[in-house]
């Protein structure tokens, strides 16, 4: 299997493969790291540029490269590096209110790493629709977690519609426009590394 992605496709020294992974890796951490700290306060989930961040890392390194990068995110996170919106990290930031999104994020990634691998960078249709898949997945991670695992500050759990509309409802339009850049981002960046 050849990865159509742009990041795997633009590896051609096999002596360097193994550094240049770990230097994407490590800049994708610090990419979705610094959109998190891009955030409109929102309660119970902030507004940040995470899935934008996410979606097109995914979209430009494909599903190998895409997971370890996700993957080595929220390990860092977990073992206390700020890598969360607001500066928290730890092992009790996976039992917060934005625990599911992250969990979302996982499989946004394997779905938009997926299609970039098969259809590359170009075909930017087909990269649109597995970002807006991606942003449904990560949508009903965190709504589930928010509405039925979380409990709130008040020691009630949110039910689905409270969920729906603290946890998807307000992120909609902007999650679409994000998705829609990074789909785009994509070839353009193609484009520019090719120049």
């Known amino acids: 299997m050849s990865a159509n992605a742009l990041a795997p496709s633009l590896i051609n020294n096999s002596s360097l493969k193994a550094l240049t992974m770990a230097t994407l890796v490590a800049f994708g951490v610090a990419l979705i790291a610094l959109s998190a ?9 902030p507004v940040t540029l995470q899935t ?17 990068t996700i993957l ?18 730890g092992p009790a930031y996976f039992a ?41 997945a990560i949508y ?4 589930y977690w928010l509405g039925f695992v979380y409990v709130g500050a008040s020691g009630n759990l949110l039910s689905f519609e409270g969920a729906w509309k603290y946890g998807v409802q307000p992120f909609i339009l902007a999650d679409i426009v994000k998705a829609i850049i990074a789909s785009l981002s994509v070839p353009a960046i193609s484009s520019l590394m090719k120049k």
């Open 52 to 68: 934008l961040a996410v979606m097109g890392l995914a979209a430009a390194y494909g599903l190998r490269l895409g997971m370890a």
């Open 72 to 89: 080595s995110y929220l390990a860092v996170g977990y073992m206390g590096a700020p890598v969360f919106a607001g500066f928290a990290a």
């Open 37 to 45: 700290k891009v955030q409109v306060p929102f309660w119970p989930v």
């Open 140 to 143: 009903a991670f965190g709504a």
């Open 96 to 136: 917060g209110p934005t625990a599911g999104y992250l969990a979302g994020f996982v499989i946004a990634v394997a779905i938009v790493g997926y299609v970039a691998d098969r259809v590359g960078s170009k075909n930017i249709l087909a990269l649109v629709g597995a970002t807006l898949v991606g942003t449904l």
